[in-house]
């Protein structure tokens, strides 16, 4: 952080058991779709919060919720949309890398899987390069658009 050098945050892949899948490259790809799929309901329940709750303009004197509410509801919708479009990007330790290894054909899966170790350097060389907001910033923007 005193460097300026972007930090990809502290997460840690989660553990699966893939014997415990009964249909183990299809549900595989389910698992991965999952934490992006809750970002994105998350988003949409916080967009609704927010379309339900009248919002009432801030009076001197006045104590008013509605306002740091809406806040925290934009930006639960505003957060949740970018970590999962964030996760969703196809490079093997994210989400979006599982989830594309697992619907591609087995030769080209196998392939694909040999990225897995430079994941992180090809993530830091997008943010570097500014690419990242690139591939993000136009996708979260129109889910955020359709939420709102």
Do not use: C, Q
Not at 3 to 18: D, H, Q, R, T
Not at 31 to 56: D, E, K, T
Request: glycine residues 8%; positive net charge.
């Amino acid at each position: 952080m005193v460097s300026g050098i972007p930090l990809i945050g502290w997460a840690k892949p989660v553990p699966v058991a893939g014997r415990n899948l009964r249909h183990p490259r299809r549900d595989f790809v389910l698992v991965a779709a999952a934490g992006p799929a809750s970002n994105l309901l998350i988003a949409i329940g916080a967009a609704l919060l927010l379309s339900v709750f009248p919002i009432s303009p801030m009076r001197i004197g006045e104590p008013n919720v509605s306002v740091p509410l809406a806040a925290i509801l934009s930006n639960a919708v505003r957060l949740n949309v970018l970590l999962a479009v964030f996760n969703m990007i196809p490079i093997p330790p994210l989400d979006g890398g599982n989830v594309l290894a697992g619907v591609l054909p087995g030769r080209l899966a196998v392939s694909f899987n040999r990225l897995r170790p430079y994941g992180f350097v090809l993530l830091y060389v997008l943010m570097l390069t500014g690419r990242l907001s690139d591939i993000i910033v136009p996708p979260a923007r129109l889910l955020i658009s359709w939420l709102t």
